[in-house]
């Protein structure tokens, strides 16, 4: 599923940033908003798709798009403090001007999650492109059946948007999980302590249950293999690639593997696609 407004994939847009959120200790909500009123009117993505965003003097970085496809007066997007460009990012203040191109790749596919039960599963930072998917279900909830976010990070400050997930309840199922209770002085509801896994049951997968997965690596092996042996085959498993990309335009070869580039093919692939043509995570 591609978007159907794209900027020029090779020369940066200008954007402002209009708002700044703090989300965890090192991830940071930064809201932009493209400066050409055509540009703006133009811009049009799906969930799962990302997008470039640069800084003279610094570079770019590839980034999810974590906010609705069905409001495009603004871009939200998260970024963790990792690096060079994402620490530089991290300094922009209110009406700063960055770069953007995009939107890139693919997203998750509304031919294989429409009229179907939904499963969210995100770890750490890697919520972001789910929240994008979740506010489109929320928007078109009479489109789709049961919808369930499990999503389980390293503690109670780290759960991202955790301010948001109250107004989310009222359409869709929210589970929570974190490594510790240690420092959790406000807790919120449905959250427990331990792995994500351990949200998975039976009665999750249903038929007509597809899953979409974002977070790191390591978690996809365990949560794939445990939704296979609930019973979901691995065509119903949707997977985001998005840690692996860099250009976004199929030049730099960081993302390929064979004939196929996850900025270009992906990021989002379904598992069976990942165990055929990736061999696996």
């Known amino acids: ?68 496809p069905g409001d495009t007066s603004h871009i939200d997007v998260s970024v963790r403090d990792v690096g060079n460009v994402s620490g530089a990012l991290h300094r922009l203040e209110l009406d700063d001007e960055v770069g953007v191109r995009g939107p890139f790749g693919n997203g998750f596919a509304d031919d294989l999650i429409l009229d179907k039960n939904v499963l969210l599963i995100g770890g750490g930072c890697g919520i972001p492109p789910l929240r994008s998917l979740a506010l489109y279900i929320m928007e078109k909830r009479s489109k789709f059946k049961d919808v369930t976010l499990l999503y389980g990070s390293r503690s109670h400050q780290d759960l991202l948007f955790r301010k948001e997930y109250d107004k989310w309840k009222d359409k869709i ?44 690596p390591i978690m996809y092996k365990f949560v794939c293999k445990k939704l296979m042996d609930l019973g979901m085959p691995a065509e119903n498993i949707l997977v985001s690639l998005e840690r692996r990309m860099k250009c976004g335009v199929g030049k730099c070869q960081h993302c390929s593997s064979g004939s196929k580039y996850v900025c270009l093919d992906g990021p989002v692939f379904t598992y069976r696609q990942i165990i055929d043509d990736y061999g696996g995570l």
């Open 173 to 216: 199922d929210i589970r929570l999980t974190v490594d510790t209770e240690e420092g959790w002085d406000d807790k919120i509801s449905n959250c427990q302590v331990g792995v994500v896994t351990n949200l998975l049951d039976k009665g999750l997968v249903k038929d007509d249950t597809v899953a979409a997965l974002c977070g790191p």
């Open 1 to 68: 599923m591609r978007g159907g407004g794209k900027l020029n994939a090779y020369e940066p847009e200008p954007a402002i940033v209009t708002a700044l959120d703090k989300l965890s200790s090192d991830s940071l909500l930064i809201r932009l908003k493209l400066k050409n009123p055509d540009a703006r009117r133009d811009f049009r993505f799906h969930p799962g798709q990302f997008i470039e965003v640069g800084l003279l003097g610094y570079g770019e970085i590839p980034v999810g798009i974590a906010s609705s």
